[in-house]
């Protein structure tokens, strides 16, 4: 294995809060944290690369290269800095950040005071590129996109038109001046609806998280590890085409080190807990390179058998679980049991999933396994296809997930609100159409759902008369969770067609819990916020729910025989106050559903 840097991206204090990790108490996170930052030292040959920014803004990363600091007296960590000393750095941050440069989490007060005597954990190198003027770059480029550009514009008012918008964010970089490229600077300066702060927020962190990478990977042409807990790497490390440089799988290593034994312990054990100088002696050890020996020969007999491992056990998960979102897969996965991570070998994106273990009706288990697809029919239609090339044994399909629900404003036992669950017993394509001067006829041809599931939708309707719902244990144990949270009632706002808020109708059969309710559903490559339209999908189709990911899991399924079925959380009313306040808890809800359903098939 011939690395001779590796880049350190997991300590960067943006990238905690990318990922929502405040909700992992700090001694998990620094015994994460310390873990990956030790087996990286052991794969580089030369150097660890750390942006110095990243040791002075963050609690865990300042802590953990302190206990590595005698890694220095062998030149093994380099702080990355604009800056060619520690005064020029201390100035540069303070215009960066002015009055947020003492906020607790950060470390440059340790150095401002003369009393403390810190010794960096590394020698400071000075950049020859900028990451503030690559992401600036990368920003320009970004929105002559028009997928960039249209996502960004998703998240703006609905009165701004999109010229306007464009104009607005080629005018960020100049009026953000000096200060840093963070999501917290930028967010003020674009006119954003107030219900999609957190997506924008999300969606800019990955972004400039993304471009900050790339910027140091081109200019010390380092690599870094991927596979690495708690963060979805894939989606901030830059797309790499050089099999060279390729990054490396920390899972792979981690687990070569947890079957080693070095001084009576697991060596996993033993790297975790060691000081810097152990640390060094084990990397010299005969025993780290017979691991290194067996990472870089993934050809010989022990790397064939293992694939041949791998394709047994696969062989045996017959349901796969889709869904668009990363919200929408986070519910789902917490659903599962003795989840791991699994990669196919192939090109582009769509060969990685999650598998685990769901109870089945026969007192077995079931093996699934859950992909994440993207918005979009086609997208959908690609990652199904993918799923069921690589797992060929699968015989169902279930694409669970958010929508928009088509609300009743009568008492007619179909109040559909936010929150609940529509459950698909057909799919129109509504956008799959022959327009004619006198009219648009919809053509929507998708077949029927599995008979094997509907028939366990059945069975949990059966339940239902005995009071039965299982769905609810697993709803009331997830919805704790900060992040699926049931929103507030009064936020369940229904407006009429002449969009005048109004009352929702009487519903006496209400509970605190979501209804289900078992009807078609809308799909289209089209995101719906026409109440009008809506309602014609009800008059004309009879549909529940409108989405836009159902349709192409009902024909790729179709073209491999293969069943699927559709279960929706409700999240929207598909009308202009559309908002993200639901989306969470409707997710955890059709991910609770799905759970229960699977759990009422017979497992053979």
Known sequence: MNVKDIFIYHLDNELQKLFSLDRYNYDYLYSIFKSITRVAFLVCEKRLLIPASNYFESDLSFRILNELKELNEIGAIILISSSSNIDELMTKKINQHGDNISLLHYHYRDFLDDNQKIILPGTLKKRERSASSDIKSGWYSSINHSETRNALANFSLDTLSASKFEDILYEVPQKLGNRAYISDYILPLLPLDSGKIKSADYFLNTFITREYISSFLKEFNATCLKDIPIIDSHVI????????????SYNELASELKVLKYRNLSALAFVNNCSAYELIEFKNSMEWKSVLEKITNPKSERSIMQEEKKMDDYSNIKIGIITALPKECAAMKMMMHEVEECFFDDKGAGHRFFVGKIEAANGKKHRVALGLCGM???????????????????????????????????????????????????????????????????????????????????????????????????????????????????????????????????????????????????????????????????????????????????????????????????????????????????ALVAAAYTRSLIEELPCF
């Open 237 to 248: 490390l830059p797309d790499k085409t050089n099999d060279e440089e390729q990054y490396i």
């Open 376 to 586: 979009g029919n086609n997208k959908a239609a690609i990652r199904a296809t993918n799923m069921l090339n690589h797992f060929k044994s699968i015989d169902s399909i279930i694409m669970t997930g958010i929508a928009g629900g088509i609300p009743s404003f009568q008492n007619d036992g179909k109040q559909v609100r936010l929150g609940d669950i529509v459950v698909s017993d057909g799919v129109t394509q509504y956008d799959f159409v022959k327009e004619t001067l006198e009219n648009i006829d919809v053509r929507s041809n998708s077949t029927k759902p599995s008979a094997q599931l509907l028939e366990a939708v059945d069975i949990m309707r059966t339940y239902e008369y005995e009071n039965i719902y299982s769905w609810h244990e697993y709803l009331d144990k997830f919805a704790s969770k900060p992040q699926f949270i049931k929103p507030e009632v009064n936020t369940d706002k229904l407006y009429d067609l002449e969009d005048k808020l109004c009352e929702h109708p009487v519903d006496s059969t209400r509970t605190k819990y979501p209804k289900v309710f078992i009807g078609g559903i809308a799909s289209a490559n089209n995101l719906l916020k026409n109440p009008q339209k809506r309602n014609m999908l009800k008059d004309s189709y009879g549909v529940l729910a409108v989405e836009m990911e159902a349709s192409g899991i009902a024909d790729a399924t179709w073209n491999h025989a293969t069943g699927y079925l559709v279960i929706r959380g409700i999240c929207d009313y598909c009308d202009k106050h559309k908002n993200d306040v639901w989306q969470e808890y409707a």
